[in-house]
Structures are given as C-alpha cells and as structure tokens.
C-alpha cells in the first residue's frame, strides 16, 4: 500500500533558489511538450522523452536542476493526456506560475549503492537528488519508514517549502467485522452529522479565515495590476489559505479518525467530488471542498483499516423520509427548515440527524443485499 508523508522543508537561501529554478524547469518542460502537442496535433508525448537530453543543449540552464524530475515532467503531461482521452479530465493547460508550483522526483539507487531519497528522522535531514541534505519538521514519533520511499513531489506554497514523500508500506489488515454501523450526514452549519446524533461544527477558525479570504479577495480586485501593493495582497491571500487548508485538514483528521475508529461500516451520500473541485464559483468551491476531502480521506482509511466505506445515492430523498415511519414529505425541500413533524406519524425531526438516520439504514440495505461488495 502507498502512503502520503508530508514535511515542512526548510532549505537554505541556495536550496531554495535551486527548488525555485528546478520548478521553473519542470514548468518549462510541461508548457514546451504541451505546445508542441497543439502544434503538431497529436496527443501523446511518450516519445519526447529521449529528446530531452538534446533539449538541454539548447536551454543549458536545464541541466543545472534534478533531469528525473524533467523525465517526470513530461509524464504528467502525458498522464494528463491519457485522462483527457478517457474523458476523466479537460485538455491539459499550460501551466502558469500560480498554479505549477511544485515539481516530483523519483527514488533511484545512485552510483554509490545509496538510495537518492533518504530519510533521517533523528537529525531531521531530507536527502534529495541534486539538492542534498534539507533540514525538515513534522513526524516526532518516528524513527523510520517501515517501507521504500518511492518518490518526493517539492512544493512552494506561500513563500513555504514542503515534500510530500510517497512510501510504499507493507500493512497487515485486520480482518472485517460487521459489528457497527454509522451513516452520516454533511451539512453547512455542522460540518458532519451522525446517526448517532453526535454533531461536529464547522469549526470557528475556519468561518474567521474565511471572512479575511472574501476581504483580501475584494482588496486585490481594486489594486492596480503589477503595483507593489497587489503583490503584498496576493501573498497574504495565499497565507490566509494555506491556513485554512492547515485548520480543514486538522479537523478532518480528527473527525474521520473518530468515525473509523468507532465504526466498522460508514454510510455516506455519493458526493460529484470531480464536479465539487471544477465549479467556478468560489464561495461554493469553499463549501465543497471539505466534504471532497472528508470522502478521500475516509477512503483511504477504510483501506488501511480493514472497514467498509458504502456511498449511496446521491440523490436519494434522506432529508425527506421520516425514519420512524418512512412517510416522504416531499414538501420538505428548504434547506432553512431545520425541524419538521411528520405529518404521518408525528415524530418530531432534526433535519440533519433524521437524514443520517435515513443514510445509514439505506447503506445497511445495501451491505445486506451484498455483503462482498
Ligand atoms: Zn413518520
């Protein structure tokens, strides 16, 4: 199984500047390959990458970073197209500065019969190609990786250095019993809603760095384009949201570990994450990212821990259905209504917990009829 390891980088003023170019680089790569395949109209690269020695030739500033990491370039690239022909994805855009900041290298044995990617845990030291040895934080408790890096992506974001590292682990599951069973819920106000009535809320931070977002993003439309002024904006725009990355993906840990460490099988409704991260709208990408990622997330736990993540229709009614009496008020469709009586059986209903409660037996439906699955 492959694991995601992220570390905070801190690279000297040269390292930096060499991260800086070797992104630059794989940008250039990415954007040259690309408009060659619009030139020529093709729509494959593969072959390309036994000219990128020659390539070096005529921009020698390419040889000064990591050649994997242009190898790698190139394919992303052809991997973007791949998607695009199987039509999981648009056509590959050229990448621009504000969104290509960040280039991957592989793992490799050198010369000297030593990894390329290391990892000392006791001095804090990265080890990467070309760029040697780089102080890094995060991982207090380990001493090492039980399995084979397999390569490290290095990115700058908000003036920052990180790596994600990707480590191939060897995991011994536990074996998968069927003892509980949550459906959940997710909403605006509360972030999750359980059918065990367990509420956690959007997390208070989150709404502050919001509201400084909107702010910044209203002060950087009046700024005259390429001033000094706009720049200093921009950076602090991109503070403010790597911060709530940062506080989304802390709470999102804790609330998905809670839920897989409780129970063995989660139900949740089958959210569009491709079209939640496409839409344009802002305000709503805001909203919607965080139930993307609570999905990913629980995905990829249930894999390590051996339990089941059931997804159900996404436009099954689970706010409408009565779940004591099953009765559907269809008349039920504004979202400001937060309790209702059922007009069958009287039951008085939260709306969010009487839909996880409708979430949860539709997912334990499906587990009956299909266990295996
Ligand atoms: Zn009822």
Redesign the pocket.
């Known amino acids: 199984m492959v694991r995601g390891y992220q570390l905070k980088l801190y690279p000297s003023p040269a390292q930096a500047e060499l991260i800086n170019k070797t992104i630059g680089c794989s940008r250039f790569i990415y954007n040259y390959y690309l408009n060659d395949i619009i030139k020529n109209k093709t729509d494959t690269c593969l072959s390309k990458v036994k000219e990128i020695p020659n390539l070096c030739l005529s921009f020698p500033w390419l040889k000064e970073v990591d050649g994997g990491s242009l190898r790698i370039s190139l394919f992303n690239l052809e991997n973007n197209l791949k998607r695009w022909k199987k039509g999981i994805a648009g056509f590959p855009k050229i990448k621009t500065k504000d969104f290509g900041n960040s280039y991957t290298t592989n793992n490799f044995m050198t010369y000297k019969g030593k990894e390329a990617i290391r990892i000392d845990f006791k001095n804090k030291i990265l080890t990467l190609p070309k760029l040697g040895d780089v102080p890094f934080r995060g991982y207090h408790k380990k001493t090492s990786f039980s399995g084979k890096i397999k390569s490290a992506v290095i990115k700058k974001e908000a003036g920052k250095y990180y790596a994600s590292l990707l480590v191939e682990e060897e995991i011994s599951l536990p074996e998968f019993q069927a003892r509980t069973i949550v459906g959940i819920d997710l909403g605006i106000k509360d972030l999750i809603v359980t059918s065990y009535n367990e509420k956690i809320e959007n997390s208070l931070d989150c709404l502050k760095v919001k509201k400084r977002i909107k702010g910044l993003q209203k002060a950087l439309a009046r700024c005259q384009p390429g001033s000094k002024n706009r720049y200093k904006i921009k950076l602090k725009l991109q503070r403010a949201y790597m911060k709530l990355k940062n506080i989304r993906k802390h709470q999102i840990h804790a609330i998905t570990n809670k839920i897989i460490a409780e129970n063995d099988i989660i139900v949740m409704e089958d959210l569009d994450v491709k079209g939640m991260y496409q839409t344009h709208s802002f305000a709503k990408r805001l909203t919607n990212i965080p139930f993307a990622e609570i999905k990913q997330v629980l995905e990829y736990k249930c894999k390590w821990k051996n339990k089941k993540l059931i997804t159900i229709d996404r436009y099954y009614p689970s706010s409408q259905i ?1 779940s ?2 099953g ?1 559907q008020n269809k008349k039920l469709k504004d979202l400001s209504i937060r309790n209702w009586e ?1 007009p ?2 009287k ?1 008085v209903h939260d709306r969010d917990f009487n839909a996880s409660v409708n979430i949860m037996f539709e997912g334990l439906k499906k587990y009956i009829l299909n266990p295996q699955k």
Do not use: A, E, I, L
């Open positions: 009565c004591t009496c009765y059922c069958h059986c039951t």
